[in-house]
């Protein structure tokens, strides 16, 4: 009879310290390394000479600053929001990064399937878009973004409360969830078919290595879905960032 032991869920979810005295683990290494990684590619893309034809690290660095101007800045804010480009492009850098070590065997943890770094993130956006709203309108901010125009009068005693609550505690309340559970599940997921498939190939009966191929197939394809989340997640986070920005700065758009 075949007894599959996997491990306690918590042992999934939560890593051991790497260096115990300043409680550093994988997750902290895995975000360090993330933003590291972003700022030697754009760096090392700086450092070639713009005048000629890009190439290599900076052909890869424009193609990805194209796609934040093109796909996330223009249609949301305008060209008058490229400013934000410096922003947006560390903001989704670095995310997809902090996601991209969920598909990898070794680690099977994206940084970002832990709270922390999700709610951080979406409490740096949160004071940003107040920021910019205090600054583009002033004082009005909050009675623009209570009482919206082109409601009726009576209506405004509904209105009010539920724009207060979805603009100012869902938003960044969202952005956490989201990112977070999306990345927590594929893990979960990942971690999960692995161990199946380790048990059923080194298992003692020798008839259940066949049916240790069901789970491999289900890991291939969850893993090659989690690329495609990890993307997907990084571009829905820094596009709904770029919503708020822009609307903060231009409530008539």
């Known amino acids: 009879?075949?007894?599959?032991?996997?491990?306690?869920?918590?042992?999934?979810?939560?890593?051991?310290?790497?260096?115990?005295?300043?409680?550093?683990?994988?997750?902290?290494i895995i975000a360090v390394l993330a933003s590291l990684i972003s700022i030697v590619i754009f760096l090392l893309a700086a450092r070639q000479d713009g005048m000629k034809a890009p190439k290599g690290v900076r052909n890869f660095a424009e193609t990805i600053v194209e796609f934040i101007e093109t796909q996330i800045i223009m249609p949301t804010m305008g060209r008058d929001g490229m400013g934000?480009?410096?922003?947006?492009?560390?903001?989704?850098?670095?995310?997809?990064?902090?996601?991209?070590?969920?598909?990898?065997?070794?680690?099977?943890?994206p940084a970002t399937a832990r709270i922390a770094i999700p709610m951080f993130l979406a409490l740096l956006v949160w004071v940003i878009f107040i920021g910019v709203g205090f600054k583009h309108q002033g004082p009005a901010y909050i009675k623009n973004s209570l009482f919206p125009p082109g409601v009726p009068g009576p209506l405004y005693i509904?209105?009010?409360?539920?724009?207060?609550?979805?603009?100012f505690l869902v938003r960044p309340f969202?952005?956490?969830?989201?990112?977070?559970?999306?990345?927590?599940?594929?893990?979960?997921?990942?971690?999960?078919?692995?161990?199946?498939?380790?048990?059923l190939f080194q298992g003692d009966n020798a008839a259940l290595i066949p049916v240790g191929i069901l789970p491999l197939f289900m890991l291939m394809f969850i893993t090659a879905f989690e690329v495609l989340v990890g993307f997907l997640q990084a571009y829905i986070f820094t596009i709904l960032a770029a919503v708020y920005i822009g609307g903060a700065a231009h409530p008539e758009h």
């Open 1 to 28: 009879m075949l007894a599959l032991e996997f491990p306690p869920i918590n042992e999934i979810l939560r890593w051991r310290d790497v260096v115990e005295p300043i409680g550093l683990n994988k997750v902290a």
């Open 158 to 167: 509904l209105v009010a409360p539920i724009e207060f609550i979805s603009t």
């Open 84 to 109: 934000w480009t410096p922003f947006m492009l560390s903001l989704f850098a670095f995310i997809y990064l902090c996601n991209l070590p969920g598909i990898i065997p070794v680690l099977y943890m």
């Open 174 to 199: 969202s952005l956490t969830v989201r990112l977070f559970a999306n990345l927590l599940a594929g893990h979960i997921l990942l971690v999960t078919f692995s161990l199946l498939s380790e048990e």
